[in-house]
């Protein structure tokens, strides 16, 4: 039996208040914004509705420069890789957005079987993964969260030619602060959970039945996780139920809460667009659909907004979205993404997906499409197996120390994939930005990074510092 619901006090009115003041564009107001998210330590939230209310293209490409910059003194050109592992696509819940709610039945319905996840994780490490997230229907098997914690361990111990998944992310139902200790034990990396809207009443009508109907439950969700020693947690909103300048802002109320608290903000946020679900009416026609253009502003403002939280982009999006989202202050991306359980076996039926995908492109292409833009694909996991998690990374995050780390590491990891898993033309490409990277590092990082290709060359695998 759970607790009873909780959650941190969301100002909701005066969200609400801020967005019916919003201020005519102003220009000068917008270059003193811009001028502070260049120190690198965030805006308020008075600061984000001028952002939010930039037409003018020159302006807009100012924001856009400054994201860029932003990311890029932060995390540099690295762009870390992953891949989401559907289990279960069971559900008790009935969001009228998603496939997967309780009265779609028309929907092939399936719980994979631990043999069946060892199969699939082999699919994924042929492909050159090494980051999963490890996603399931909020309802379980009979085994109940023994089922999850079951299935992250047969992920962990599965090899396939000597090779293993290094980090397994998860994104379950919320649980008890207890269940959240077990889930540590499993040695995750970082526990996602999205909100879906922050605005209330539009939460009642989106989720009219199931456990995911209670809000505060919910809401409180990060807390409880966090309270249980899970010091990484990944939020976010699905974009389209509610106005965006509503959910941004309310995200960063939520980040700040969990900062305050515990010192540590969440380690990502996600910022997924509503897109098409088999039975959906409600995702064919989204209630408040962000376009193009909106979607481009949203993400460069959150990167300006907490600089040091990695920002993540899934296949939902078309390749093309992607690439300019790249530019604005993403960080993470998905690719050769499934939504549906077993999706990632040969031959696999696609019934049982969550969404549709928008980018269909194989891991292989979106790393060659990555290296000629001049962005790192990175599978690099070290930060885990070192203990720079939750406000450890954050330290080094805040005065641009990670990047330190994170690149010599990234160009490894990418070596890893050239020798392993990468096609000839993917591999002439990625070798040309290693090569131009490694010459732009000054002479210890340089020395540093060139002995640990070398040595992923000469045949060592999971190289890192």
Known sequence: MRGPSESFPLAEASIQSALEAMPAEDPVRVRELLAKAREMKGLADADLPPLMALRDPRLLLELFDTAKWVKDQIYGNRIVMFA???????????????????????????????AEIAAEVGHLLAQGHKRLVLVAGEAYPDEGLDYVLSAIRTVYA????????????VNIAPLEAEDFRRLKETEIGTYQLFQ??????????????????????????????MQAGIDDVGIG??????????????????????????????????????????GSSTSEAPPFAVSDADFRKLIAIMRL???????????????EVRREALQLGISQISAGSRTNPGGYEEDALEGGAQFSLGDHRDLDEVVRDLAQMGFIPSFCTSCYRMGRTGSDFMDLAKPGEIKAHCHPNAL???????????????????????????????GRARAQAERMVARVKEGERDVFC
Request: charged share 25%; proline share 6%.
């Open 158 to 169: 599965v090899r396939h030619g000597g090779e293993n998944i290094r980090r397994v992310n």
């Open 412 to 442: 490894a990891t990418l070596q890893e994939y050239m020798e392993d898993h990468a096609s000839p033309a993917t591999r002439l490409v990625a070798a040309r930005l290693l090569a131009d990277s490694l010459g732009d590092l000054d």
């Open 196 to 225: 879906e809207t922050y605005h209330r009443e539009t939460y009642a009508r989106m989720h009219p039945r199931g456990p995911k109907a209670d809000f505060d439950w919910r809401l409180g969700c990060m807390d409880r996780a």
């Open 84 to 114: 989401p592992l559907y289990v279960s696509n069971l559900c008790g819940n009935e969001c009228l957005y998603c496939a997967f709610r309780a009265s779609n039945r028309e929907l092939p319905r399936r719980a994979l079987r631990q």
């Open 237 to 278: 909103a699905l974009f389209g139920l509610h106005d965006w300048r509503f959910e941004l802002l309310a995200i960063l109320h939520h980040a700040r809460h969990l900062e305050a608290r515990f010192g540590c903000g969440p380690h990502t946020i996600s910022v997924p667009r509503i897109e098409p679900a088999e």
């Open 305 to 319: 907004a907490v600089p040091y939280t990695g920002l993540i982009l899934s296949t939902r999006e078309r390749p």
